[in-house]
């Protein structure tokens, strides 16, 4: 036996009957090449049509689902709701909060057939409960103030104790004028968390409401978290205005235009708050330093003429007219000119002037020729 394995050895070394200068002659060498080519050429052809045809086949795929996407509207769950329901969101939540659409088709429908206060803390009402409050979130996003207000209140209907919500229906009762429940709401939200914009607006509520001494208490305190901010100083400015300190309101308005010194609308109301009170000097004084810094208003100029005039100075009454009557329509400038209080200028020359100049023009407006 170890000789064979021996001989076997020395076999693969030894030379054969086998041919190896006929077998690899160049000539069959070549043709074996030739043939390794069309096979490999017929390969290639093999494997490009099937590589296109599931080219084509993913192309047809995705342009169909591209044209499935892009020629559909995106729509809602379908409702359950009845059809002249008055709001249906046309937006998309965002990403995490879009599970809450699956509720859309049974919350109302459920909240029916409950029996009416607060619900059990169990995962159904905590859903529910999630459901209008993203709800009212994006009705605000989208300006629907009632809608939103609408959605928040079922939200605290399944929760009564739930926080974090009063805040926004507080300040949607106050858009709404309702000033006792917006108080309400925001006394609630006072109690969860004291900052200066539940302070300020619970404030302007109880102005609403009448609630004087608590809007004075609240508005003093608002001040005192944020004093550089001028919305408590106006909100207090009314409310003493409205009780009768006069002194304090003046007080009040001033700290509220040095924070605020462009809010004209709101120097014009102080001006005629000074009328008012017969505090005429004071007004031409702060009248006339207000004409210095806005110059193309006509109803302070024509409020400035009239101070003057109570003033005994006719003279910068009838400057005053000059100017205003210049920023406005001829028409609507007669308009102001024909009012009682300016009755004590009316003899005068200037005056007249003044007049037939602006009929004049008024004619030449109504007739161009």
Request: charged share 25%.
């Amino acid at each position: 036996m170890p000789d064979r394995r021996q001989d076997e050895t020395r076999d693969i070394y030894r030379n054969s009957a086998r041919d190896f200068e006929r077998d690899f002659t160049p000539q069959i060498a070549r043709e074996q090449l030739e043939q390794r080519q069309r096979d490999l050429r017929r390969n290639r052809l093999v494997s490009l049509f099937f590589g296109g045809t599931v080219v084509i086949l993913v192309i047809l795929l995705v342009a169909g689902v591209v044209h499935g996407f892009l020629g559909s509207p995106v729509s809602a769950p379908v409702s359950a709701s009845p059809k002249d329901e008055k709001y249906i969101p046309l937006y998309s939540p965002a990403a995490d909060e879009a599970w809450v659409l699956e509720y859309r088709r049974g919350a109302e429908a459920a909240d029916t057939e409950a029996e009416a206060g607060p619900k059990p803390l169990s995962a159904k009402w905590i859903k529910k409960a999630a459901y209008y409050l993203i709800t009212g979130q994006q009705a605000l996003a989208v300006d629907a103030p009632e809608q939103a207000l609408e959605n928040f209140q079922r939200a605290v209907a399944i929760f009564p104790d739930m926080q974090g919500i009063q805040r926004e229906i507080g300040m949607l009762y106050l858009q709404q004028k309702k000033y006792t429940e917006a108080a309400a709401h925001l006394e609630q939200a006072l109690e969860e968390e004291e900052t200066f914009d539940v302070l300020n607006n619970l404030g302007a509520a109880c102005i609403g409401a009448k609630e004087y001494e608590k809007a004075e208490k609240t508005l003093l305190r608002a001040c005192e978290l944020y004093p550089e901010n001028p919305l408590c100083h106006k909100n207090l400015a009314v409310l003493y205005r409205e009780t009768g300190r006069a002194d304090d309101a003046l007080y009040q308005f001033e700290k509220y235009f040095e924070l605020q010194p462009n809010d004209i609308d709101t120097m014009q109301t102080y001006a005629f708050y000074l009328t008012e009170l017969g505090r005429w000097k004071e007004a031409a004084t702060f009248l006339t330093a207000l004409t210095q810094k806005v110059t193309d208003v006509a109803p302070i100029y024509f409020l400035l003429a009239r101070v003057q005039i109570q003033n005994g100075q006719q003279d910068e009454a009838l400057a005053a007219l000059r100017r205003g009557t210049r920023l406005i329509d001829p028409e609507l400038a007669l308009a102001w000119m024909n009012r009682d209080e300016f009755d004590a200028v009316r003899s005068s020359g200037e005056f007249k002037q003044l007049v037939n100049q602006l009929e004049l023009a008024a004619v030449s407006l109504e007739d161009p020729r």
